[in-house]
């Protein structure tokens, strides 16, 4: 009797460090950061002393891919592992109050949709596996109470519902509204404050954290200590105080002896604001920005950390995308996904542990505006199809007018040029064919509204009048 009294004691005093064994894993999201905005990634003007550590320590994703070009839809990718449109992220959701479709195609204070409760997210697929799940920051997928991240897998929440130029603006713990106002010039502070709080919180379990920054997206704020301090303004200010803010993180890993099992990735949700001039992004050597299908819309930069498991100093040069996260994150945490449905990421442990002869999973990558099929890539190629309206900026209005213009068809070599300025399609027969299939192949399954094919597999998006 006192030999299994015994053993069952130390079983329970085991139980606190066998779950802190477990992997932990953190995103951290900022919002319409450049491409060319962070030091690690050629910055010479904006100073991110944290994530240029965070880079020699770890890996530089240069080739890492959202899943769409804004926010909403973005943000649905990454927390489902599917394109925004098999979501229902697509046109439908952007009616604004006045009626008016936003060209941003993103949700707007009191939408009527929002992310499905039927969908399988993050937060879910890890709390199969005992993890505590909990977000800070901005979510974007849903204003309305049953869209809340409280009912979306999170075990806590504290934050806001969407961008920090849409009002109401209000903090949310959980589902209630706080009186709290939010004072932007410390709202970096504040979100690094919950963050390490909530690392600290659940040290001895295994964690699931997503951080997701209002900044640098317009209006752009900083605190005293980082205000008036960048060559480039207020938004490099702004970049300057989120970059800290991933210092705090790291450094709460380092101190709680959390550092090697913890992966944490950073990225930015979409690419620069350009129309935004000084108080925006830059994606150089990118063409284009927010809002658009050519790569500084949907190419990233990122980085991945966790010492003695990803590389030091490393590049992944690899077609990567944040839907990628979810499957790699359940990899990783021996849980689940669903397998009742069509997740579009893929497992990229290998390339994040840097294994040798490691490939892209993505055969072709699909660049989706909406419910828009603007372009394919594989590998060095990408093909943009004609009949496509000029989306260099999505934003002016009057580019959408312009429905008598026509952008010819265009095949473009990575491996010779990142900008986008020089078609080969006339000299690459064999290789417009393959793109048109992988074109076709997409159209097949999530449709075109440019081309008038209806998606097949699609899931509905989420209602308030459900």
Not at 129 to 139: N, Q, R, S
Not at 274 to 295: A, D, H, M, V
Request: charged share 25%; aromatic share 10%.
């Amino acid at each position: 009797m006192l030999r299994r009294l015994f053993a069952v004691l130390c079983l329970l005093i085991a139980l606190p460090l066998h779950a802190a064994e477990k992997q932990n894993f953190i995103i951290i999201l900022a919002d319409d950061l450049g491409y060319n905005d962070l030091g690690c990634f050629g910055s010479p003007d904006i100073a991110t002393p944290e994530l240029d550590r965070m880079a020699r320590e770890g890996m530089r994703l240069t080739n890492f891919h959202q899943g769409a070009p804004t926010c909403t839809a973005s943000r649905a990718s990454i927390m489902t592992g599917c394109y925004p449109v098999r979501v229902g992220m697509g046109d439908a959701i952007a009616l604004r109050a006045d009626g008016q479709m936003s060209p941003s195609r993103v949700l707007w204070p009191n939408a009527k949709f929002g992310l499905s409760l039927d969908e399988i997210t993050i937060p879910e697929v890890l709390k199969q596996a005992g993890y505590a799940t909990g977000m800070v920051g901005k979510w974007h997928l849903g204003d309305a109470p049953k869209f809340n991240p409280a009912h979306q897998g999170f075990d806590e929440f504290f934050g806001v519902l969407y961008s920090n130029d849409m009002d109401p603006f209000d903090y949310y713990r959980g589902t209630e509204k706080l009186a709290e106002p939010v004072d932007r010039d410390h709202q970096v502070q504040r979100y690094a404050s919950e963050a390490v709080s909530f690392i600290k919180k659940h040290k001895v379990q295994p964690f699931f954290l997503y951080l997701a920054h209002n900044m640098p997206h317009t209006p752009l704020a900083a605190s005293e200590k980082f205000r008036d301090k960048s060559p480039r303004g207020l938004y490099g200010d702004a970049v300057s105080e989120v970059d800290w803010s991933v210092g705090q993180v790291l450094q709460t890993l380092r101190d709680l002896k959390l550092d090697k099992q913890t992966l944490v990735v950073f990225a930015s949700d979409n690419g620069g604001w350009l129309i935004r001039g000084e108080n925006g992004g830059l994606n150089t050597p990118l063409r284009s920005g927010k809002g658009s299908s050519y790569e500084g819309g949907f190419r990233v930069c990122s980085v991945a950390w966790q010492p003695g498991t990803v590389p030091e100093g490393s590049t992944c040069k690899e077609v990567v995308s944040g839907m990628d996260l979810m499957p790699t994150f359940a990899a990783l945490a021996r849980a689940k996904p669903p397998a009742d449905r069509k997740i579009d990421g893929h497992d990229i442990t290998a390339l994040l542990h840097g294994e040798k002869g490691a490939k892209s999973p993505w055969e072709h990558f699909d660049y989706y505006f909406g419910n828009e099929l603007h372009a394919t890539r594989s590998g060095r190629w990408k093909f943009r199809d004609k009949n496509m309206l000029p989306n260099e900026n999505i934003y002016n209005v009057e580019w959408r007018k312009l429905t008598d213009v026509v952008v010819p068809p265009a095949l473009y070599d990575f491996d010779h040029e990142q900008g986008e300025q020089k078609s080969v399609l006339k000299n690459r027969p064999k290789v417009e064919a393959r793109m048109r299939k992988y074109m076709d192949e997409a159209r097949a399954d999530l449709g075109d509204s440019l081309t008038g094919v209806p998606p097949k597999n699609a899931r509905p998006v989420g209602k308030v009048d459900e």
